[in-house]
């Protein structure tokens, strides 16, 4: 059995957005009212710097001041976890030690990024960071992005240690989420990362989901769950596919983020523009934007969580 509470952990994580001022710098404030919005909405938790948040588009010291902003606002109420990926292990295991000293509850890494690595390297830069503090260790397998293909075999190794309590698995194969929960066993989380398949992870097998799309819509995530646990199957595949015409129609911009924030913005949560080489929505296509955040708002209403 694991030694940390894995219970904290489970349900719905938002994967945070980056939050930047006009200028394109790194904004705490911007981060706090974002941060707290999820909270007051009664999500789970965070996930700081991952995909979403932009961490690999950020230099070490805006990924630090992006998680004390977070950790400041509602480091006590929700489940933190800071993802502390980054090329080098150096700066990994710098910001791995940063999220301990400021009370993130858990730290996740991808596999380095650019090179094609040996899943001994992966393996030795994840355990630099492992070693590096007494945080538990979440692993993110996302190998559309990173081209790392994790095996079971370094799953198994991986999580036969206690501090690596789980993985997020943003690859589209249910398959392979249940295979790498069978290998981690009991207690070891499996967490769903394609949101369009959120119902399908768990219903083999994940412990809860960090998505990208969540950050817009919580809401319906947190009911499809709710349906789930209460066994309303037709009605969490209702409020599923719903979901997916919505993804649909983000996913149709120049860039997923670039939508999403200019989403939040319509809702007076401003959070500036994506970084660079993501794109904003163009000028011409904020009107349909704005009537999909209608769509999203309305059914946001429905759900009633
Ligand atoms: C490839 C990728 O970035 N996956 C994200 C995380 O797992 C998802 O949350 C997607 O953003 C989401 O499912 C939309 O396709
Ligand atoms: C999607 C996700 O989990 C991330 O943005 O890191």
Redesign the pocket.
């Known amino acids: 059995m694991k030694t940390y509470d894995l219970e904290r952990f489970k349900g719905i994580t938002v994967?945070m957005y980056s939050c930047y001022d006009e200028k394109g710098e790194v904004s705490k404030e911007a981060a706090k009212k974002l941060a707290r919005h999820y909270a007051n909405i009664g999500v789970n938790g965070l996930y700081v710097g991952g995909?979403?948040g932009e961490g690999m588009l950020q230099n070490v010291e805006e990924r630090k001041q992006t998680l004390e902003a977070v950790m400041e606002e509602v480091g006590q109420e929700m489940t933190i976890i800071a993802h502390v990926g980054a090329p080098s292990t150096r700066d990994s295991v710098e910001l791995s030690k940063h999220a301990e000293q400021v009370g993130a509850h858990a730290i996740s890494a991808v596999p380095s990024i650019y090179y094609r690595l040996s899943p001994q390297s992966v393996e030795h830069h994840w355990q630099q960071m492992i070693d590096s503090t007494s945080l538990p260790f979440i692993i993110y397998h996302?190998p559309?992005?990173t081209g790392f293909q994790l095996s079971k075999a370094l799953l198994t190794k991986m999580a036969a240690q206690d501090k690596v309590i789980g993985v997020?698995i943003?690859a589209e194969s249910t398959f392979e989420l249940q295979q790498f929960k069978a290998a981690g066993g009991d207690d070891f989380l499996v967490f769903n990362?394609?949101?369009?398949q959120y119902l399908a992870g768990r219903s083999i097998g994940a412990d809860g989901g960090?998505?990208?799309?969540y950050g817009v819509m919580p809401e319906l995530f947190m009911k499809i769950e709710q349906c789930y646990v209460e066994g309303k199957t037709e009605e969490a595949r209702k409020w599923q596919f719903i979901v997916n015409d919505l993804?649909a129609e983000l996913?149709s911009f120049p860039s997923?983020y670039g939508a999403c924030k200019q989403i939040l913005k319509l809702r007076g949560l401003n959070t500036g523009e994506a970084r660079l080489p993501f794109l904003p929505v163009p000028e011409a296509e904020i009107s349909r934007l704005e009537a999909i955040n209608e769509k999203i708002l309305s059914y946001i209403n429905q759900a009633q969580v």
Do not use: F, V
């Open positions: 994967a995909s979403s996302i559309q992005t997020k943003s990362g394609p949101d369009e960090i998505g990208g799309t993804i996913l997923l």
